[in-house]
């Protein structure tokens, strides 16, 4: 095992034996939270591995038991438009090139995740969680829509029917039917995690190089025109969805919120989405 790098939110290793980094979420103070930070960092060590045809795996998984908080919802209030603008716009760049990487991209959500972090798991090549896991694409109970992959992503890869019951329900999706779906692809108990991970990341090791690469771009280039196509729209709805600011409305000690009525916004949302995509969100910034 060697350290790589020095992050301030992620802690990295390399496993010689199967050729996988790992990358730990290591930020149990914020709830593993997507910070911009972490965003930044996440970016930066996935563009490195571009060129590091070598490694056979990313293995993504966290200190805490579940995954990611996602965001910490006692700042939202405290996001601007702009800033929520960016960091939807850098995780939607994550997830896309996560699905474009040379290597196999192993998350294993632990026992769940919300917001942005269900959003990044979308990115992975293959899916793991514990038994007692609980994911949810609940965006919209926080005043936000699933802009970084949550929409066109998610029905993309998956049963679009699906899709639309977790992002239009906002339940808590449990493991059985994570796996039913093929979002995860195995579950596993205390007892069995590492076994379950070495088994994935053991079979990884023993495929042969080129045909794994290709493989992988066979299947991304199977699904480009729907991602794309599915770009254009997320921008333009998280654009038009800013219009009511509701985050700033729903605070976690906060039980008394009130959103937008959607009957004051419709105008607004209207006159959003017809906008050109090349207007800027906010153009006195």
Known sequence: MNSLFNYTTLSTRLEKSTKTLFITLNRADWGNAFRTEMLFELESILAWCTSRIEINSIFIDSSTKFFSTGLEVERLADLTPAALDKMNAKLTKIVYAMMQLPQTVVVDLGEGSQLFASEFAIGADIRLCSVNSTVRFNHAHYGLVPAA?????????????????????GLGIKTQALLDTGFVAAAYDETTRTEVINEFLGSIAKQAPVQRIQSK??????IRPQLEAGLAMDKKIAKASMVSQDWKSRAEKNEHFEFMPAKSMSYSVKLSLIKSDEAPLHPEQ
């Open 149 to 169: 992959g949550g929409m066109s992503f998610l029905s993309t890869i998956m049963n679009p029917a699906k899709a639309r019951h977790w992002v239009m329900g």
């Open 217 to 222: 771009l066979g299947l991304f280039e199977s």
